[in-house]
């Protein structure tokens, strides 16, 4: 076995672009671990493993490449990063927040707190998502929601953690309820740890935390505290995280790895970032 653990995404168009960035800002903050990238273009810094087209419908793909790719690399333990992320410092062991359990995802919302104001998570209200958890074998007196940026899988534990992301997405849509990987995440996550609390966002904020609100819109996270803002109940609190899911700063991590390359290499790069920058534009909005 290798290293502990390694970093692993899977990019392709702008989004590669975004994760060079990523790269950049782990080596910049003094992150050495390895970078395991299934893309289409070359990314710095990065072992790069070359893929086609795929299918994104639902984000499934992560669960996909997990099973049948990622399982092949000599590492403990998988720890994904979305491309829209960027390392303020050097987080440490990141494998800290496992508290013994083999997986991790950052439980961020409470869907059962009565102080909700957000009625709803993916078109599927919060006492119906509740009740779909619960049906399913949740029993914890909390359910929370995650956001998908940022998730931790041991290696042993990949059949089991795939086979219960699956089995909960094929339950829920025959419930009428077609959800991204977030809730599939949430699920697998409260079954699979011992004590669903220790993974709280609250309590790991200091490694990982999503900018979902856009306190860093348009620029790059500064590694100074910021307002984190509760999905449900709208409760603001106060964090300072090490990797930051810089959700609207999309524009901004391509450019620079952009206008690096254009630098580098040419008119024919700069072409490319008009390019992937307008397919951002489209998407800056979106929660993922």
Known sequence: MRDRYCYWSVVDGPYAPMMASVVESARLAGVFKEFHIWTDRDIPGAVCHPIKRFDKRHYLFKLHFLRKEVRRLRHEY?????????????????????????????????????????PDWWGCS????????????????SIYNVNAGFWIVHRDVIDTFC?????????????????????????????LCGDPYRHTLRNTSDLWAS???????????????????D?????????????????????????????????????????????????????RNSRQ
Request: one cysteine or more; aromatic letters at 12%; proline letters at 3%.
């Open 231 to 283: 999905y449900f109940n709208e409760e603001a609190s106060t964090v300072n995280p090490a990797i930051v899911h810089a959700m609207r700063s999309k524009e901004v991590l391509v450019r620079r790895a952009l206008d690096a390359e254009a630098a580098a290499g040419g008119v024919k790069a700069s072409g490319a970032a008009l390019v992937a920058r307008a397919r951002v534009r489209r998407a």
């Open 78 to 118: 998988f720890v994904w990063l979305d491309a829209d992320t960027w390392f303020v410092r050097d987080p440490g062991d990141v494998l800290r927040v496992m508290q013994g359990s083999p997986v991790h995802s950052s439980l961020e919302s409470d869907a059962c707190d009565a102080r909700n104001v957000r």
């Open 211 to 229: 900018d979902w609100t856009g306190v860093y819109g348009g620029r790059l996270p500064d590694g100074q505290p910021w307002q984190f803002v």
């Open 163 to 191: 086979d219960l992301c699956f089995d909960f997405w094929r339950f829920c849509k025959r419930a009428g309820y077609v959800f991204t990987e977030e809730a599939l995440l949430a699920y697998a996550t409260h079954l």
């Open 126 to 141: 919060l006492r119906n998502y509740a009740v779909l958890m619960r049906f399913r074998g949740v029993h914890s007196r």
